[in-house]
């Protein structure tokens, strides 16, 4: 026979538990002995096993009751119940530890791997990690608004980044970061960028330029990113707008200034004369 300590410790509970199970009625509790002390068979550790794997398991207490009391075919229906329950919360919490295991995983948090593969590749050709951080930003609302055109939208960057044009207007671009906005490498890549879209544009048709037909507000958010975080950005969309073209997430065609049109003209045939002597 066993003291409640006794008892206690075998089933690996507190006594304080013993007693609460007692207040319960899960746990018949026994009369006292002579000595004035309640003494606990091998049949009362084995139910008290039972309730304390059940309440582990988080059957709530008034369910322990009845399970004590089913018969065997309904205790075992009972178990296979319960074992679904918990193996679809062991699911559920794996997928929590997936989700905290991404929180240190930078990109991948909030981005498709299509897009943070293209991340990498931008770092990988020494694109400077603002710009990179405004393609980032930019393409995490976009990608949790149209997640369907992600695909077609990386199809499209994936071949943009393999010409060695568009990654020098963002090796140049990233040069001028800290720079003020009358450094004149602004208006030599604006030129560049000018010319490449043009190009782009008559070879391929003005939608190859801009077919992405983002809703306006997220225009906007993402215009707003990159003139926050690249701050010649505003200045170059200025130049471009000389060159006939504007906008940063979406590109239009427009009529350049005359006046302003004529000084490109002017200042390009006067550098590519220098450059022909």
Known sequence: ML??????????????????YHAKGLLPEPERDRSGYRRYDAGAVVELIKIRTLAEAGVPLARVRELLQADEEEFAAAVADIDKRLRAEIRERQRHREGIARLASGDSLALPPVVVEYLDRLRALGVDERIVQVERDGWIPLAAHSPERVPEWMARKREQIAAPQLIGFYLTLGQALDRTDDDPRLVELADKLAAYITQMADERGEDYVDDTHIEPPLVKLMDTLAFDTVPPARRLIELLKERGWTGWTELKRVNPTPDAAGTWQEDTASRRSGRDR
């Open 3 to 20: 003291t409640i300590g006794e008892l206690a410790s075998y089933a690996g509970v507190t006594v304080r538990a013993v007693r609460h």
